[in-house]
């Protein structure tokens, strides 16, 4: 069984349509994370989700919406995609907010063309 | 601010040979520091850590010092197998609470029979 799974594993998109990413891990940790991977393979935090609340929003346009339903959850919905969104993105999830031990998935890679 | 820098790859060597994966760091205040490793087809997973200064992380035959001195956590392995060829990330976190790792860029290693 994988721990954090993601879906889509690819996900090939035409500029300006909606598409959306969805995580889910059966851990039971209580926090989860989406990261970005960019073109020169540098990871970085978006959001980060404790107990389906927001705790880490980092400089991210709006067009990009995390939703936790339950704690075993998180979702990415991306609107009025870009050329500039195309990238990895990576669910990852830990024990607690602070906990220093991540669990990622295995990525997602998004191609806006 | 925060930030990790680990040499460029790939790194390409053979089976037994040794391995040094430089990682250096810039952060305000005391950082743990991570070693993460991806298999292909798979999410990062931790592979070892420091949280002190002169602390030794090692796991699986890999270790890595915390100097900070040198402000470095380079990853070495005396003799590597072909089954070590991943794509090795050096990060860290500063601070309490909610989790905020910092990757650099990652180093693709391959290991030849």
Redesign the interface.
């Known amino acids: 069984d994988t721990a954090?799974s993601q879906t889509p594993k690819y996900l090939v998109t035409q500029m300006g349509n909606d598409k959306s990413i969805k995580c889910e891990q059966n851990l039971g940790h209580d926090?989860m994370?989406w990261?970005k991977q960019d073109s020169?393979?540098?990871?970085?935090?978006m959001f980060?989700y404790?107990n389906k609340e927001l705790?880490?929003n980092e400089t991210v346009p709006n067009r990009f919406s995390p939703k936790s339903p339950d704690k075993a959850h998180l979702n990415l919905h991306i609107n009025s995609l870009e050329l500039g969104d195309s990238a990895v993105y990576?669910c990852?999830s830990?024990l607690t907010?602070?906990?220093?031990?991540?669990?990622?998935?295995?990525?997602t890679q998004l191609s806006v063309l | 601010g925060n930030s990790v820098t680990q040499m460029e790859g790939p790194v390409t060597l053979s089976e037994e040979a040794f391995l040094t994966i430089n990682c250096t760091y810039t952060a305000t205040g005391y950082p743990s520091l991570f070693w993460y490793v991806q298999y292909p087809g798979e999410g990062l997973q931790l592979l070892l850590k420091a949280t002190k200064a002169d602390d030794k992380g090692s796991n699986k035959g890999f270790e890595a010092t915390y100097r900070k001195e040198t402000t470095s956590f380079h990853l070495e392995k005396g003799s590597v197998q072909v089954s070590d060829s991943a794509v090795y990330f050096c990060a860290l976190s500063v601070g309490q609470g909610a989790q905020k790792l910092v990757f650099g860029q990652g180093t693709r290693l391959t290991i030849n029979p």
């Open positions: 954090v926090t994370y990261y020169k393979k540098f990871l970085k935090i980060s404790n705790i880490i990576f990852a830990s907010a602070g906990g220093e031990k991540l669990f990622f998935g295995s990525g």
